[in-house]
């Protein structure tokens, strides 16, 4: 078998996996990364790019200083005894520092958004500036390595063609004022940057994962750092010291790998192993659920497991609400159209059972805790009108009237379900028409006074993040009232799962006895998430999966494995 030797193996390509890899060449380390896929990124660079880092320079700079403490007694709050609070003060105290860091020694930069933490309600919470959007990139600085980049998710297009900023997505999700003129905008740079439409369909310009991925790929190529693609670990190599490599197969030929620092498995999540799914997750699941690169198969968490480690949080994922469209091969995470007005999530029996604009990760935790055998929850019924369907956005389904309803790409017309009555669309999707009449009156009354007794959707500002401004009092609420009535299936999906491998607090496995495997750490979804089964706001996983991956290089770099 051929050898090839390193200071540090990164295993994945993801956000965490490349600032651990800049971050250990920058302090002088050989650094490989090795990737599965055909492409780097992973789910990074499919998603938004956000991060969630309390008390940032920027956020100082822009005149909203974070209370460090508060920001801890938050997530404490959220996350109880799932994490230690050594970990959670850990990432607390060092976010900020991470983001620091490679804002003044790479090419990735960020800037603080006013969007709200997902709960409100709970003590230290913050309506703003924890949140960090990437800043933009022309995708030609890559060169051939745009081309070698996962895309955005399907999701994040607008025609298939071009992606947003944080701020560009309220606008335009929402239909806010500006909106129209923004996309008009957005259209014409597009249409009329000519030399880069005979090169390809997708936008020069990149936002959110592909911004970040691509920021972090000019990084490592500055320090000089090779990613081999189409190279799986197949396992790992220990001694009696610990990890001392890992076997690669690359272009059909196995390769030993060894690491003289450590090997940073940052290979994803088990999202799309049906078995694992099945062993583990709440019933009932679907590796189609998951909106997450195909390619995370829980490899890093299999071999963790063989080299002795020991895992947590192993039934937990980051969950939303999504639906499936026929030749797509992941779930559409509703982010956003469940706070829109004039729509309600309801289950089975044809009732309302959550605040539909809560957080994606509450929303899709609701669908598992409310599913039971009278009132199934897989799926449940996403329920609009078409006053909803006449001025907000729903997947590919642009918004228009009725009559163009012909004209709604065909996979999305395969799963809607329309009708002139209430009780003709009951009929559609198979519920009880009086249940369904009588929930929907009730919805009706309160929400034409900006009212929702049964779940308080709208009390909170995440509830009115996404919400209509247009619409008073209460932007997310309004009467399902306009004909005709439409319906889609949406199911318990989620962006990735959370469970993995122990980790401590510079992100070293922890073996079954509690004491460290010389030489293996693990960050991002290969790891039991450092937020627990919590999402305390918007980039709460690619903030911890970075900065445990900047701490891991940092220990592994200084000859503490």
Known sequence: MAVHEVDILVIGSGAGALTAAFTAADAGADVLVVEKSARYG??????????????????????????????????????????????????????????????????????????????????????????????????????????????????????????????????????????KPLLFKLMLKYMFDLPWRFKTKRSRRLTGGNALIGRLKLSIDEKGVPLWLNAPMVELVQDKSGITGAIVERDGQRIEVRARRGVIIASGGFDHDAALRAKYLPQPTSADWSAGVPSNTGDGLKTGLAAGAATALMDSAWWGPGFLLEGEDRARIMFVERALPSSIIINQAGRRYMNEAASYHVAGGEMHRCNTPEAPTAPSWFVFDARYRGKYMLGPMMAGKPSADGRIPEAMRKILKKAGTIAGLAKEIGVDAAILSKEIARFNAHAAKGEDPDFGRGASAYDRHYGDASVTPNPTLAPIAEVPFYAIPIYPCDLGTNGGLLTDDNGRVLGEDGRPLGGLYAIGNASAAAMGRTYPGAGATLGPAMTFGWLAARHATRGNA
């Open 42 to 179: 992973g789910t990074s660079a499919t998603s938004g790019g956000g991060i969630w880092i309390p008390n940032s320079d920027d956020a100082r700079a822009k005149g909203h200083a974070d209370d460090p403490e508060e920001a801890l007694g938050y997530i404490k709050t959220l996350i109880g005894d799932d994490v230690p609070e050594t970990k959670l003060a850990t990432y607390v105290d060092n976010a900020h520092r991470m983001l620091s860091y490679l804002e003044e020694r790479s090419q990735v930069h960020y800037t603080a958004y006013a969007y709200s933490d997902y709960h409100m309600d709970v003590a230290g919470a913050r309506d703003g500036w924890r949140t960090h959007d990437p800043i933009p990139l022309m995708a030609d600085k890559l060169g051939p390595d745009f081309e070698r980049m996962e895309p955005p998710h399907t999701l994040t297009l607008t025609f298939g063609r071009f992606t947003w900023t944080m701020e560009e997505a309220k606008l335009l999700l929402t239909m806010s004022p500006g909106a």
